[in-house]
């Protein structure tokens, strides 16, 4: 199990959806943290906008960790969707089959103790604020439906203070930091650590 820490914004899948084409869909898969969001319907969509989703508890950590275990075990999983549109979980679920390699992605796995002690390898992404701010903006933008007021009222209530306050601090567990976010060098480093790894379970 290999997890992937990093600020909103750093770079995170980027980096991991490059490790899965080069190692191949059939040796690793990625689980996403963001997936395990709570479903919180008896909050008004108000109510649910102002929810602080960069904090730890927004997550049910405990059943993505119960998740993980399964599949290192090789059983299959049905994996919770999320629907950031409207801040709830999709009505329907996503078959997950084992694989020798898991990738783990989020900004604050590397933070949670539970998922931190499966992992055999720990990455963090370490890029700056203002770059990770402008991909949030972009993202959130095109992919979430947000509006560019919204995204940085966001930014300064919620997500500012929870990477100081978590993801910045869970840099100290990581086995490997990637600076700059997309750094080539880096990248191939931690490929051919995997292959290393796959290598091995096959």
Same mark, same amino acid.
């Given at each position: 199990m290999i997890g992937i820490a990093g600020g909103s914004g750093s770079g995170k899948s980027t980096i991991?959806?490059? #490790? /899965? $084409?080069? #190692?191949g869909s059939d040796a690793a898969i990625m689980i996403q943290h963001d997936s395990y969001y709570r479903h919180r319907p008896e909050l008004s969509f108000e109510q649910r906008t102002g929810t602080n989703y960069d904090h730890p508890d927004s997550l049910e950590t405990a059943l993505m960790a119960d998740h993980i275990k399964a599949l290192l075990r090789g059983a299959s999983i049905r994996r919770p969707? =999320?629907?950031?549109? @409207?801040?709830? +979980? &999709?009505?329907?679920? #996503?078959a997950v089959d084992p694989a020798p390699v898991i990738i783990v992605e989020g900004i604050l796995v590397l933070a949670e103790p539970e998922l931190?002690? /499966?992992?055999?390898?720990?990455? =963090?992404?370490?890029?700056d604020s203002d770059l990770r701010l402008a991909r949030r903006l @972009? +993202?959130?933008?095109? @992919?979430?439906?947000? /509006?560019?007021? $919204?995204?940085?009222?966001?930014y300064l209530s919620t997500v500012r203070p929870m990477h100081l306050q978590f993801v910045e601090p869970s840099?100290? =567990? &990581?086995?490997?930091?990637?600076?700059?976010g997309y750094n080539q060098g880096a990248v191939g480093t931690v490929i051919r650590l995997i292959r290393q790894l796959v290598e091995k379970e096959l």
């Open positions: 991991a959806n490059a #490790v /899965l $084409s080069d #190692v969707q =999320y629907d950031f549109a @409207e801040h709830l +979980r &999709a009505s329907t679920d #996503v931190r002690d /499966l992992m055999d390898l720990k990455i =963090y992404v370490d890029t @972009e +993202r959130d933008v095109a @992919e979430r439906g947000r /509006l560019v007021e $919204s995204v940085l009222a966001q840099k100290r =567990y &990581a086995d490997f930091i990637i600076p700059e």
